[in-house]
């Protein structure tokens, strides 16, 4: 059983730019949530998608937004982008109550 | 604001020692709680989860929980180097909450 597909793994974007990341979750789970991870704040959630309805959503600014498909693939887009936007990406594939992250996506913003 | 604390570490014993990893939590409610290990520059993978109070076992790990305190701890018996990474403890309220992790460093 395939696990959770994040790409690209590696961006490097200019600041001001937008960047759309992809999650494809495990086969079954109707459940992806967003979580960006810095050294200092740890894993912070973003959202969660269920259905392609937005069932939660942490308190980032407007600039972050997501959205899921009928196949329950789903991004996050984070348009204008800072220097604080760097972290790791990480999506979650969640059935019932556990939770399985994928390999996540390292932007680096210049 | 529902939290989920951890000390941030680095816990450090010796190869074959017992870890004791701590976390608590601060919403009475939370019925699912999991722990992660996260290598260096990867994600968190699921290691545990419990839901009742007590004890669950895995192998060389063991999830404790106890709902009165808000504590939820994981042992890690006969540690190995390769245990030497981050563990990050999770609640689920509405969202899955996670502490900042304890970094543990298992030396030969």
């Known amino acids: 059983k395939a696990g959770v597909t994040q790409t690209p793994r590696y961006l490097i974007k200019t600041r001001g730019q937008q960047v759309t990341l992809s999650c494809s979750p495990i086969?079954?789970?109707?459940?992806v949530s967003w979580y960006q991870q810095t050294p200092g704040q740890g894993l912070q959630f973003l959202f969660e998608?269920?259905?392609?309805?937005?069932?939660n959503k942490g308190n980032f600014p407007g600039r972050f937004s997501g959205r899921q498909f009928s196949n329950s693939r789903s991004e996050m887009n984070v348009s204008t982008l800072e220097l604080g936007d760097s972290a790791l990406y990480l999506c979650?594939?969640?059935?019932?109550?556990?939770?399985?992250f994928g390999q996540g996506t390292r932007l680096t913003v210049v | 604001q529902k939290e989920v604390e951890q000390n941030s570490g680095p816990l450090s014993v010796p190869e074959g020692a017992i870890a004791s990893l701590n976390c608590t939590y601060s919403?009475?409610?939370?019925?699912?709680f999991f722990w992660y290990r996260q290598y260096s520059g990867k994600s968190p993978e699921l290691i545990m989860s419990?839901?009742?109070?007590g004890d669950k076992e895995d192998g060389r790990f063991t999830a404790q929980l106890n709902k009165a305190s808000q504590y939820v701890s994981l042992l890690i018996r006969d540690s190995q180097p390769s245990d030497s990474a981050t563990y990050l403890c999770?609640?689920?309220?509405?969202?899955?909450?996670f502490g900042k992790g304890t970094m543990l460093l298992v030396s030969p």
């Open positions: 998608y269920f259905s392609e309805t937005q069932r």
């Open positions: 419990i839901y009742s109070n």
């Open positions: 979650a594939s969640r059935v019932n109550t556990e939770a399985f």
């Open positions: 086969s079954g789970h109707r459940s």
């Open positions: 999770a609640v689920l309220y509405s969202t899955l909450t």
């Open positions: 919403d009475r409610g939370s019925q699912s």
